[in-house]
Structure formats: C-alpha cells, structure tokens
C-alpha cells in the first residue's frame, strides 16, 4: 500500500469515526435536553413533577448502564470485535427513538415513554463506550486531542440541523399549532393538535442517526484483527473485578475516573434538566427552549474546535479543570435566575433578563460543556492501558453512569421535598466541586510507568 493510499485510508477512518458524533448528538439535543423533555413537562403539567419523574427515569437507566458498561468493554477487549456490539446498540438506538412517537397528549403513558427512552439511551451510552475505545486508532498521542475536538463539533453541528428541522418544520406551539416560522407541522402533513410535529423528534432522531451511520459502517473497521478468544460475561465480569480491585495501584488514573465521575454527572444534570429548567421556571415555550439550545449548541461547536486545540497544546488536563470552574459558576448562577430576579436583583414580570441571562448561561454550558468532554475522552486515552482501551473506556462509563443516578436522582428528590425547581437544582454544585478537587491528583500523562511494567516479558 502506498504513502497516499495509507493517508487517504487514516481520513477516510476519521471522517468515518467523526459520523458516529455526528449521527448521535440528536438523542442528546433533542430527546434528552430540548425537545422532548419540555414536551414532557407540557403533558405532565407541573415542571416539578416533570422534573422529579424525569430524574427518576434517567436515573434508574444510569444505573442499569453502570453495572453492564465495563462487563461489555471487557468481552470486546478479549475478542478484538467491537464493530458487532455497535451494530447491536445502534438497532437499539433506532428502536427506543422511533417509540418516543407514541407519547399522544390523548394517551400519554410516563412509563411507557420512560421505557422506549431507556433503551435508546442504552443504545446511545454503550455504542459510544466502542466508538470512543477506537479514538487511540486514529492518531498520535498528540493528534487525538484535536481529533476528539474535531469530532465533538462535528456532532454539535449534526445536533444543531437537526433542531433547526425541528424548530422550523415540526415543533408545535402548543396554543397556536405551528412552528417557530408560523408554519403548520410538516406543512400541513401532520396534525399540530395533536402534537404529532413535535413527536416526530423521536422518528426523526432514529432516521438521521439509521442514515449517517451508514458512513461509519463502511469507513471504520477494528484496528486490531479478532483473536477468537471470546470470553463469557461471568469471565468479563470476573476481569473487571480484578481491574477495579486493583485500581489503587494507578492512582492516577483512579483519581482520574473519580474526578470525572462527578463533573460529567454535574453536566449529564444540566443537559439532563436544562430544557425542564427553562420551561418550569421561566415558562418557556418548546421553541423558545429550542432557540435557547441552537445558541448553546452553536457555542458548543465553536469551542470544541478550539478547546480540542488546547488540548493538544496543553494537555486535557488543563483544559478540564477551566471547563469545570465556568460549569461550577453557572450552576450557582442558574439558582438565582427565575422569572422574579436575576442574581438578586429584583425583575418585574415583563423583564426580559431573566431570558437573555439564561440565553448566556446557555452560551457557557454549550461551550464547557463541548470542551471537557472532549478533553475528558482524551484524559481517558491518557489514563488507559493500552492493551485494555474498550474495557477502559467501560470503566469511564461506569464512571460516568456509577453515580449517574446521583443528578437525577437527587434533583428529582430535592424537587420533590422543596417543591422548587430552583432549590432542586443545588446538587450540581456540589458534583462539580468534589470533580475539581479530585482532579489534584491525576497526572498528565497517567500510570505510564505501572503499564510499561505490566508490559515486560
């Protein structure tokens, strides 16, 4: 194989690799943050009672995807296929989106809903466990922080398409029927009155996600050829027992996945809430939440690009620790925000501060919020041992989703207890602070040295 055709192969891989962002980032845009979750609050009437049910359905998900995410990352490691296990969890994807349709005002089922969402975030947390073990594939040391920025503005920008679709064709306002534009859902295809145009976010997030994964599939392969030497779950389930045990010996990388155990559980909370948030609070409508979101999405695009740029010149770790700072204010900040006042100043019910201070606050989370997950991706490269990528990147799942209920959970029960949707938010803080403060101890460049040893004959 030649220089050009090797180099052609590596880009057609990345590009190929960027597409899995690209196809994915919907389910978060528009089922998990912006058009779905206010959809619900809508049906459910109360933002609270939205807001704690919500927390208690992502939650108990979370909890589920803990427990399998490094149980499925050690059984690919053994076997070297991981294409099989993303097919599988992409059909799950495509299936609990498309049933998001079936949440009609007339015969709205929570439980239900809850269900069919489950298991297309399923789908989403665990093909993204195989697709981020594949980024140390693609390039240097040195590259894969721009790699990873890359790819995470490439989604931001399939996200905010297809919110514009969205906002402009298919979500209603619930009093008046029609699109942000003033048109009427699919021009006139579908029946506004009964919300189809805003339930088409589920059809729509399974069908863009089903097309644009077509490139992956034919431009990214496994870097490594199947050994044949597949293990049972109990054997995976046995191999990660051991890594967990013996996780105080790296240091480094187990204060790694304790640090982004909380901030990345503080941020899956505010995209988790946010749209909630905004409509509970300030009584926003689907497509004022949806302009919120492109604002917040453009900045998140912006940013990744720039942030995965500092990460290649800094290191990630840098890098996390300024994005977890700006999301620790704008949590605080987020407390003082409602229709009354903005940040203890006094507003009349006509103001319109307290919208253009969300609209910033929607501006720093797209922007932190792209950065350091990106920059944590690459941290997780860092920290990894190479021989065992998929399974580490299971670990950081379990990372992500072993307290990933806590958000939810413990926002939906403040909620509950307070009946303020304002005081239920207060849990984020502390997620971010003990995440920063975790951070102390990782080192830039991980165990290198424990696996270097681990290494030798």
Not at 62 to 69: E, T
Not at 140 to 168: D, P
Request: net charge positive; charged share 10%; hydrophobic share 55%.
């Amino acid at each position: 194989m030649t220089a050009s055709s090797t180099a052609l192969s590596t880009k057609r891989r990345i590009w190929g690799w960027f597409f899995f962002d690209w196809a994915s980032q919907p389910f978060a845009t528009l089922l998990l943050t912006f058009i779905f979750a206010p959809y619900v609050k809508e049906l459910m009437g109360s933002g609270a009672a939205a807001q704690a049910a919500w927390g208690w359905g992502v939650g108990l998900a979370g909890i589920v995807i803990a427990l399998m995410a490094p149980i499925l990352g050690a059984a690919a490691d053994s076997s070297g296929r991981r294409m099989r296990w993303i097919w599988l969890f992409s059909l799950m994807y495509v299936v609990g989106s498309a049933g998001l349709w079936m949440a009609a005002p007339d015969s709205f089922n929570l439980t239900l809903t809850l269900v069919f969402f489950a298991i297309g975030l399923f789908g989403m947390e665990f093909a993204t466990i195989f697709t981020n073990a594949m980024l140390p594939d693609l390039g240097t040391k040195e590259e894969i922080g721009r790699i990873s920025g890359n790819g995470w503005a490439f989604g931001y920008l399939g996200g905010l398409i297809t919110l514009i679709i969205m906002l402009v064709f298919l979500a209603e306002n619930a009093e008046t029927g029609k699109t942000m534009l003033g048109l009427s859902p699919a021009f006139g295809l579908l029946d506004g009155a009964a919300r189809e145009g805003t339930r088409a976010v589920g059809p729509l997030t399974a069908i863009w996600f089903a097309v644009f994964m077509i490139p992956f599939f034919l431009w990214v392969r496994d870097a490594r050829p199947a050994s044949g030497q597949s293990i049972t779950m109990t054997q995976a389930l046995g191999r990660v027992k051991t890594t967990v045990r013996n996780l105080p010996q790296t240091p480094s990388r187990f204060a790694y996945l304790g640090s982004s155990m909380f901030y990345r559980d503080g941020l899956n909370g505010i995209y988790a809430f946010g749209g909630i948030y905004a409509a509970g609070v300030l009584g926003w409508s689907v497509p004022q939440v949806g302009q919120f979101a492109i604002l917040a999405i453009i900045s998140g695009a912006v940013f990744a690009v720039i942030g995965g740029r500092m990460d290649q010149r800094l290191g990630p770790r840098p890098v996390i620790a300024f994005c977890i700072l700006v999301l620790l204010a704008v949590s605080v900040s987020i407390v003082f925000i409602s229709r009354e006042g903005v940040l203890g100043l006094a507003v009349s019910e006509t103001s319109k501060l307290p919208d253009i201070a969300f609209y910033v606050i929607g501006i720093l989370i797209g922007a932190a919020g792209g950065v350091v997950q990106s920059a944590s991706r690459t941290m997780m490269v860092r920290q990894a041992d190479p021989a065992h990528m998929t399974e580490a990147f299971g670990l950081y799942a379990l990372a992500g989703k072993a307290t990933g209920f806590i958000a939810p959970l413990s926002i939906g029960i403040v909620t509950s207890i307070s009946g303020s949707q304002q005081i239920g938010i207060t849990p984020l803080i502390v997620l971010f602070l003990l995440g920063f403060v975790l951070l102390f101890w990782v080192k830039p460049e991980g165990d290198r040295a424990e696996w270097d040893a681990s290494s030798q004959p």
